[in-house]
């Protein structure tokens, strides 16, 4: 029966599990509570990933009713491959929260807090699981309202600015989404992601559909904080609690981005939207001005929360480049990357929300001698950082060499001089918080009263470490994984208009 009810799984799980624990009121009740519903839901995400990659598309028709009368779940290896990683970076965040928390939230908002995450768990499974592009859309919402809750629980009261600029810009994006997604029921008169295909595919040249596609791509950029659209994504990473921000950097984005895969790949079509609308010229422009703008901007803060809230930014920009490249292989590599980067920037906001707990402050000031006093914390964030940059056997280098390849395979010689200067701007501004940890000057009553952070927030940050170091040396599940979720999207019965 399990089985049989495996793909709606991890939507129904924390659905039903938010209200409850809200209900339960207590802090630890509720940690403990979410923190197994969030395993479970990962338990499941893995099992709908291995039956993805031995039988395929697994298909779960909601009530009963089929497709495209109905509402269809619809997982493919890709939505697999990132509802896996979205229900695992939830469960090592919530345990790694239970402390975290104490000293960032007041504890009367600890419950709303375990509450809102369940939800924004919810909706990001929905996203990567529904097969309506209308249901998307409500999925998208419920990720989206979890989320300003989320960044606004915070006890420095600029969350509060950061929350409404994020409510103001996602409230944008999911208007233009939704207008989108009616020109597209107006023309075809289905809602259905593989009904939409089928029928944009008879259609050419049509202007409504050419809106459409305009107002969801523009819609999802907002989303996914694509430069010039990124500004609510600096100050909500900055001022949200520690853990929130290790969340939304590692999932909102990334479950973003494969959305525009999805529309693009899956409803239009890579040729309509490439070739017939030029979108891949304005995307690759995009993501090489993010690549370096950002990158730029990340070696300018003091607070090195925002410094990664611009590295994230930049990163954006690689997995949008790899998808702008309409090949496989770019496709590929943008895959990769949203999955790699996951791991790496989990690790750093941990690293950050560690500092945090201990010092009281994440400026780059607060980093000098914290390599000899939080010794664990800073060589977690050491290998995370050598990850952003792309040093071998690490995460970060397997998914920059596939897209410098597929960059090369397009004879793109100025985009590699662009992502090799992305990469060596990454140096500086990781170098800036290694050269305050390991040589700055530390004062003898630092030394003795700043200690390692706790070892429930080192487990889970350690789990991802590891991750970063065992992915950038077997390579086989998730480069197997990525390659053949860009295989498939590929494929021409998956594109959309011609």
Request: neutral net charge; hydrophobic residues 55%.
């Amino acid at each position: 029966m399990i089985e049989l009810h495996l793909a709606i799984l991890p939507i129904i799980l924390p659905l039903i599990a938010a209200p409850v624990c809200f209900i339960l009121g207590r802090s630890q009740w509720c940690w403990l509570f979410s923190t197994l519903v969030s395993g479970l839901s990962c338990a499941a995400s893995i099992g709908l990933l291995m039956t993805t990659l031995d039988q395929g598309v697994v298909s779960y028709a909601v009530g009963g009713w089929q497709a495209p009368w109905g509402i269809e779940i619809r997982i493919d290896v890709a939505s697999a491959l990132i509802l896996s990683l979205v229900s695992g970076i939830s469960t090592l965040v919530l345990i790694y929260a239970n402390q975290s928390i104490a000293k960032e939230i007041d504890t009367e908002k600890h419950s709303l807090f375990y509450t809102a995450h369940l939800l924004c768990l919810t909706g990001l499974s929905g996203i990567l699981s529904t097969g309506d592009a209308f249901n998307l859309f409500v999925f998208l919402e419920i990720s989206s309202l979890a989320t300003y809750t989320l960044v606004s629980l915070s006890r420095d009261k600029r969350c509060l600015i950061a929350a409404f600029r994020y409510l103001i810009m996602g409230t944008i994006g999911a208007t233009f989404i939704l207008i989108g997604v009616g020109m597209l029921y107006m023309k075809t008169g289905t809602l259905n992601m593989l009904d939409l295909a089928d029928k944009i595919a008879l259609i050419e040249g049509n202007r409504t559909l050419n809106t459409g596609l305009a107002f969801i791509l523009i819609g999802v950029s907002i989303k996914l904080a694509l430069f010039p659209l990124h500004m609510w994504l600096p100050p909500a990473y900055t001022h949200a609690p520690s853990a929130v921000s290790a969340f939304l950097a590692s999932t909102a984005t990334k479950v973003a981005v494969y959305v525009m895969v999805r529309f693009i790949f899956s409803i239009f079509g890579a040729q309509y939207v490439f070739e017939t609308m030029s979108m891949d010229i304005i995307l690759l422009v995009l993501a090489i001005i993010a690549i370096f703008k950002c990158s730029f901007m990340a070696t300018l803060q003091s607070n090195m929360k925002s410094m990664l809230a611009y590295s994230s930014v930049a990163q954006i920009g690689y997995m949008i480049l790899g998808i702008s490249l309409a090949t496989s292989a770019g496709l590929m590599a943008g895959l990769l990357h949203i999955f790699n980067h996951a791991l790496m920037k989990g690790v750093l906001f941990m690293a950050l929300g560690c500092v945090a707990y201990r010092v009281g402050s994440v400026d780059i000031k607060s980093f000098r001698g914290l390599g000899k006093t939080m010794p664990w914390t800073m060589a977690a964030f050491t290998i995370a950082g050598l990850s952003i940059i792309g040093v071998p056997l690490t995460a970060g280098f397997v998914s920059k060499w596939y897209l410098v390849t597929a960059v090369f395979e397009q004879q793109q010689w100025l985009i590699g001089f662009v992502l090799l200067l992305g990469s060596l701007l990454a140096v500086v501004y990781i170098g800036r918080v290694l050269e305050a940890a390991y040589f700055g000057k530390v004062s003898q009553q630092q030394e003795t009263n700043i200690k390692e952070a706790p070892l429930m927030m080192l487990i889970p940050m350690w789990v991802l470490v590891l991750a970063n170091i065992y992915f950038g040396i077997d390579t086989s599940v998730t480069v197997g994984a990525a390659d053949a979720a860009a295989q498939w999207l590929s494929q021409p019965h998956n594109t959309g208009a011609n």
